[in-house]
Structures are given as structure tokens and as C-alpha cells.
């Protein structure tokens, strides 16, 4: 408890750190309000009890409502949230690939990223123009006419929200780049996170009634079931944290003698080096059938992909986590820039030429470990069908697991791994007794 006090007391010294912090919980704190403000032209006394509460107590929609917090549930004028930010960014980083013009823009660094982001923004409001929509067609079939003040499907209120809609989204994706810049952590990832975090009182809550009530088990249960969770969760920060090294050995010249020694250090590869981003790109696709039957899960398209806890929704959705998971880390870890890196300096794997090869090798290596790294990735993305088959409520299951966890567990440790290196760079001891925080190498 005394180390905890001093760190807290420490990062609270550090005037910098202090202002990211607070400039952080500011605009999460306005985000956290925005979610409660409910579209004009819509009572908000007709929300209680709706259809559309209803519709999103479970399912898709469900999490859908938790990823933004349950402004999706409150008719928002932040319903849509981040969501379509970030499947313009998975579209746009697939262009990158096949299309020669964004390559380009990936090689031409500061610049380049300037007019990918505005290529971005272009094509977020693309697909917020047939999501808002959407959602205000599934507003009208969910509430009653008297919820509707201007009247339900009049040209007026479709119009009108669905600019506050467009521009709520923008909003936020804004609030997510300014906390990127000036505060702490990935914005878009903090607000993700936060719209969990606001949600998990609500389903323990109801996990709580199921077990003393209808499902049965009582105490007992409840405790086995928080066990579970904390294995579970255990185990996804070991995932995330995983590394394998590789011995990479440096020429050393020493002056006098003329000889040659070596100094042997490492190159920390990560199992799952895409993070949770594969889990949340995977999520963005399974949604877009929705789009396309208008936010209803009972019919087509929305029958098969809308049931959470059905196979052939998990069966897709783990292959997506699988295929996102080499796509990521393919962008994300240039192996021939680590091994010009290497030559550059020096440095050389034992056994294995500089240059080429070692590039080759490094890609080989990062296949391999990926694999296993990809499958375990999936496995906790649908953890929560087998907490469901256990009795677990359906809102407090999604916490077993999926999205919802790794997010928890990957913002968390990125969050608090930025914190202690602004305290390591001021001389200050680190989030743990070590220094440093564990998974992290010099």
C-alpha cells in the first residue's frame, strides 16, 4: 500500500504527467456525459422500458451498447460512437495494401499520415451516412410514436438527427486524437474502454439477481464465477505480455589487444504483437451486417450474425480475429527494417548472415510465434459462449472474454506501461517493485 501511495505521489510531482492525466480524465469525463444527451426530437421519458432497452439487453446489439457506453440504449447523440472511425481505419489500411496511391502515403511519413487520417475522416462520414439512418429506421420501429416530438419518420427529425449523429461521431473520434496527442494512452482505445468499464456495474448487478434468484447457485456460485474471471483474466495479460528472444550478438572491438568479443542481447518478439487491435477490427466486421437489415438481428443476415453465442457467428469471428491478428503484426513489425537496423550497428544473429537473410529469418520467427499467438487470441474472443453455456447472465459474460476483456487488458497495460516511463525518465521507481513493469525489456 505504501509503494502504491508513493507512486500515486510521484506521478503527482511529474507536472507534465499530472496535466496528461487530467487532460485524459477531462475529455473521457465529457465523452461519459455527451452519452446521456439524447437526440433532439426524442422524449427521453419514452426510453424507459422500450423496445429498444430491450433489443439491446443481449445479443450484438448488446455489445454494441457496451462499446459505446450505453449510448446506443439512450438514443445518443453519441448511439454510434467510435465504431464507424474504426472500420473506415480497417478499410483504409487494407487500401494500403492493394492500392499503390495509399503505399505511397505510408512511405512518405509525417505528411503521409496527415492525408491518410483526412482519407479517414472522408470515409467515416461515408458510412455514418447509411449507419445513422439505419439506426433512426430501427428507432422508429423500437419506440412508439409519441416518443417521436417532430413526429416518427418525418423528413425534419431524420434529417436533423442524422447530422447530430454524424457530427456526435466526429465529435468523439476528435475527443479519441486529442487524447492521443496531449493526454495518456490511445484515445480511440480509452474510449472504447471506458464505455466497458461504464457497463460492468450494470451486469454484475444483473448476474448478481440471476444467481440469487432464477438461475440458482447463489453465493457459492457468484464466487466461483468471479474466480473464473480472474484466471481468465490473468491469463489474457499473460497473452498480451508474451515474448519470445532472440540472441542477437554485437562486435565489439577492444582497443589494446586487438581482439574481437561479443556482447550478447536480445530481440524481444511478442506472441501477440497486433495487441487487441485484431479483436476490435474483427468486431467492426461482424457489425456491418447489421447495417444492412437496418439494426434488426432476427431476420437474414442479422438472424445469423446477431446471435452472439451461436456458432456460426464465432466460428467467423475467430477466423477474423485469426486472419487481423498476421495482418496487424505484417504492418506493424517490419522485420527488414530490424534487420537493416542490425547490420547497421553492427549486430548479426548467431548463425545467420545480416541483411536479407536475417530479414527472412525474423518474418519466419514472427510466423511461427503469430500462430499460436493468433489461435490463443480467439480462443478468449469467444470465451463468453462457454461462460454463457455455464449459466453466466448474458451482459456479465461478455466480461469471460471477447472484445470486452482483451480491450480492458491491452488499454490498461499500454496506459500504465506510459505512466512508468515518464517515471523511469524522471528517476522515479516504476509501477512495480521490480522498476519495471513485468513483460517490459531492456
Known amino acids: 500500500m505504501k509503494k502504491l501511495i508513493d507512486t500515486i505521489r510521484n506521478i503527482f510531482k511529474i507536472e507534465e504527467l499530472r496535466n496528461r492525466i487530467l487532460y485524459t480524465l477531462g475529455l473521457l469525463l465529457i465523452y461519459r456525459l455527451g452519452s446521456f444527451v439524447v437526440l433532439p426530437g426524442i422524449n427521453p421519458e419514452a426510453l424507459s422500458g422500450s423496445g429498444l432497452q430491450k433489443q439491446t439487453a443481449d445479443g450484438i446489439l448488446g455489445l454494441l451498447d457496451i462499446f459505446s457506453g450505453g449510448a446506443f440504449s439512450n438514443a445518443s447523440i453519441f448511439a454510434l460512437g467510435i465504431m464507424p472511425y474504426i472500420s473506415a481505419s480497417i478499410v483504409i489500411q487494407l487500401l494500403g495494401i492493394a492500392i499503390p496511391y495509399f503505399q505511397k502515403l505510408q512511405k512518405e511519413g509525417e505528411s503521409g499520415r496527415r492525408k491518410i487520417n483526412q482519407w479517414t475522416r472522408y470515409l467515416t462520414i461515408g458510412i ?114 508474451a515474448v519470445r528472444k532472440i540472441p542477437v550478438q554485437y562486435a565489439k572491438r577492444i582497443v589494446g589487444n586487438k581482439q574481437y568479443g561479443g556482447v550478447r542481447q536480445y530481440i524481444p518478439l511478442k506472441i501477440n504483437a497486433a495487441g487487441v487491435m485484431p479483436i476490435i477490427f474483427a468486431q467492426a466486421i461482424m457489425m456491418l451486417p447489421l447495417i444492412f437489415t437496418k439494426f434488426e438481428a432476427t431476420q437474414g443476415l442479422g438472424a445469423v450474425f446477431g446471435n452472439i453465442y451461436g456458432f456460426w457467428y464465432n466460428l467467423v469471428f475467430g477466423l477474423l480475429v485469426m486472419a487481423f491478428t498476421y495482418f496487424y503484426t505484417a504492418i506493424t513489425v517490419n522485420t527488414n527494417q530490424m534487420a537493416d537496423d542490425m547490420k547497421r550497428n553492427g549486430g548479426f544473429i548467431p548463425g545467420i548472415k545480416p541483411g536479407k537473410q536475417t530479414a527472412s529469418y525474423l518474418d519466419t520467427i514472427m510466423t511461427r510465434i503469430t500462430l499460436p499467438g493468433s489461435i490463443c487470441l480467439a480462443i478468449v474472443a469467444i470465451l463468453p459462449v462457454f461462460a454463457r453455456m455455464i449459466g453466466v447472465d448474458g451482459q456479465f459474460a461478455l466480461f469471460y472474454g471477447g472484445t470486452s476483456l482483451l480491450i480492458l487488458v491491452g488499454v490498461v497495460l499500454d496506459t500504465l506501461q506510459q505512466i512508468e516511463s515518464h517515471l523511469l525518465l524522471r528517476h522515479y521507481d516504476g509501477l512495480m517493485k521490480s522498476g519495471r513493469m513485468k513483460g517490459r525489456l531492456n
Not at 428507432?139 to 417521436?148: C, K, R
Not at 461521431?169 to 495518456?184: H, N
Request: no cysteine; net charge neutral; glycine share 10%.
Open 128 to 241: 455514418l451516412l447509411i449507419q445513422a439512418p439505419a439506426y433512426l429506421a430501427n428507432l422508429n420501429y423500437q419506440l412508439l410514436p409519441s416518443a417521436f416530438v417532430l413526429g416518427a419518420g418525418s423528413f425534419l427529425f431524420t434529417f436533423s438527427a442524422t447530422m447530430v449523429l454524424i457530427a456526435g461521431t466526429m465529435f468523439v473520434m476528435w475527443l479519441g486524437e486529442k487524447i492521443t496527442d496531449k493526454g495518456i494512452g490511445n484515445g480511440v482505445s480509452l474510449i472504447i474502454m471506458i464505455g466497458i468499464i461504464a457497463r460492468l456495474p450494470h451486469a454484475f448487478l444483473a448476474e448478481m439477481n440471476a444467481r440469487f434468484t432464477t438461475a440458482g447457485g447463489g453465493f457459492v456460485m457468484l464466487i466461483v464465477e468471479l474466480v473464473l474471471l480472474f484466471l481468465v483474466f490473468a491469463g489474457t495479460i499473460a497473452l498480451v505480455q
